[in-house]
């Protein structure tokens, strides 16, 4: 059974930091491209950071610089450090894991950690 565990949200004031964790399990972590996306309140699900197995990353344009995604297999987890965070930043974060192959693509996601940023 595949699990991703995130851990790590909260409240925090503007201009603050938080880290977020997803540790997985059920699958092996190494060979999947593993990422961070977030949903506000009234609006669509959108990625925020992407890592993949050699440990390339992309960013959207608005935390570029603020955030850093990272990963360690040894203890089949991601993580992404969130730098001068803003009230924009404020959604429910999830954990993705996705891996695609010629026989399909597996696709699978935690179950969310709320950030708010507000003062």
């Known amino acids: 059974q595949v699990q991703l565990v995130e851990s790590g949200g909260g409240l925090v004031q503007p201009g603050g930091s938080l880290r977020l964790s997803c540790e997985a399990s059920?699958?092996?972590?190494?060979?999947?491209?593993m990422g961070w996306y977030r949903q506000a309140p009234g609006k669509q699900r959108e990625l925020v950071a992407t890592i993949t197995p050699g440990s390339n990353t992309n960013y959207v344009n608005s935390v570029k610089g603020r955030f850093t995604i990272s990963r360690d297999n040894a203890k089949n987890t991601v993580y992404v450090q969130m730098n001068s965070l803003k009230p924009e930043d404020t959604a429910v974060y999830y954990c993705?894991?996705?891996?695609?192959?010629?026989?399909?693509?597996?696709?699978?996601w935690g179950q969310g950690t709320q950030v708010t940023v507000s003062s």
């Open positions: 059920g699958i092996i972590f190494s060979i999947y491209t």
């Open positions: 993705n894991a996705k891996y695609m192959s010629a026989y399909g693509t597996n696709n699978y």
